[in-house]
């Protein structure tokens, strides 16, 4: 165990110093493009507009010929783009890929000042964070670069789950974590070949009818990641860090996409990603809090003054842990009102 002292000491000489705390962010879409596709590269400017985080994939769904032109891509579209207030990422290839320790070295020394975040795939434990932060901060020191870049853990194997505690608190770079539910199907050996969402084999059954047992019983589908989720949320929230769901890989398929990125922000996490353009607008509309819940929390908030004591509010008891839920709605909708005209006038704040 590193001194908690030294924690907060950068990992080399001349690299910036890390933060103490993760600032939040609007990061309810992260909109992957793939920087080796000049189509993609020419909507960035205008993507950038819509989205909180935009982000170059290096990693998988990037054929192995044009690994180099995408790192390329990214590099020359993260300098020549003005993104505004929307946060630049990228996902590297995964720690024992041949193309990792190139990624790193290029991006940081040509844009460490210009992206936020990098996304590390496929982490399994402490180690692999301890190693990033190093491999940063050395390079973070000979580029010169004046902000730490942050790490962002994908939970996507059946180690990496077992050890999300020790992952979310390996460094003080560690700003969330997603879910990557393609890769941790296939190592847990989970019998779905799906990016995501539900499975319609996965449900439970009503009882038989013992007056009539062949009468067709009712079913009810569960969620495949509820238990994943739920891990992720409070590794990340106890370590001061922001869950994500990940990838759904039905586009058409809107409304199930939806319903699983809804599933992901009432357990706590902030964001999912977005394969393409449509699911801007799905994450977009799931991940700001429904206007309703919002003007109930203020009016809740209001009429409780500091907090303390119980009250009746339209027949529903109110205390200490309920005005406690209605400061992160408020406290979420505020700052997403910050970035949304539509949704400040909305909110009314
Ligand atoms: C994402 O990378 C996944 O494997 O689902
Ligand atoms: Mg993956």
């Not at 009746?312 to 406290?331: F, N, R």
Request: charged fraction near 25%.
């Amino acid at each position: 165990m590193r001194n908690p002292k030294d924690f907060f000491k950068p990992m080399a000489i001349g690299a910036p110093e890390p933060v103490r705390e993760i600032p939040f962010r609007p990061s309810r879409m992260i909109h992957f493009f793939d920087p080796s596709n000049p189509k993609m590269a020419a909507k960035v400017p205008s993507i950038a507009g819509k989205c909180d985080v935009l982000l170059g994939n290096l990693e998988d769904a990037i054929q192995v010929d044009n690994k180099i032109a995408a790192r390329e891509g990214f590099v020359k579209i993260a300098k020549e783009t003005d993104f505004g207030d929307c946060q630049l990422w990228t996902r590297v290839n995964s720690l024992d890929s041949p193309w990792f320790l190139d990624d790193m070295s290029q991006i940081v020394q040509e844009v460490g000042d210009k992206v936020d975040v990098i996304m590390v795939p496929k982490v399994e434990g402490p180690w692999d964070i301890h190693y990033v932060d190093r491999l940063l901060a050395q390079l973070e020191a000979r580029a010169g670069t004046k902000r730490p870049i942050l790490v962002h853990a994908i939970l996507e194997t059946a180690l990496g789950v077992a050890n999300v505690e020790e992952i979310a608190g390996a460094s003080p770079r560690m700003q969330g974590m997603s879910l990557g539910p393609a890769d941790l199907a296939a190592s847990r050996r989970m019998k779905t070949t799906r990016v995501g969402g539900g499975h319609p084999g996965y449900l439970v059954r009503a009882d038989p009818n013992p007056d009539d047992p062949e009468a067709p019983r009712v079913t009810a589908q569960q969620d495949l990641w509820h238990y994943t989720i739920a891990r992720m949320v409070d590794a990340c929230v106890a370590n001061g860090i922001f869950a994500y769901y990940g990838p759904f890989g039905d586009i058409r398929d809107t409304l199930a996409c939806e319903d699983q990125f809804r599933n992901a922000f009432l357990l706590g996490c902030v964001g999912a990603w977005s394969l393409h353009p449509v699911q801007i607008d799905i994450a977009k509309k799931v991940f700001s809090p429904p206007v309703d819940e919002v003007l109930w929390a203020k009016k809740v908030m209001q009429e409780m003054g500091d907090g303390s004591g119980a009250v009746m509010i339209d027949g529903k008891m109110q205390d200490d842990a309920t005005y406690k839920q209605c400061k992160v709605m408020v406290g979420l909708a505020r700052m997403l009102a910050e970035k949304d005209a539509d949704l400040k006038a909305a909110y009314q704040f």
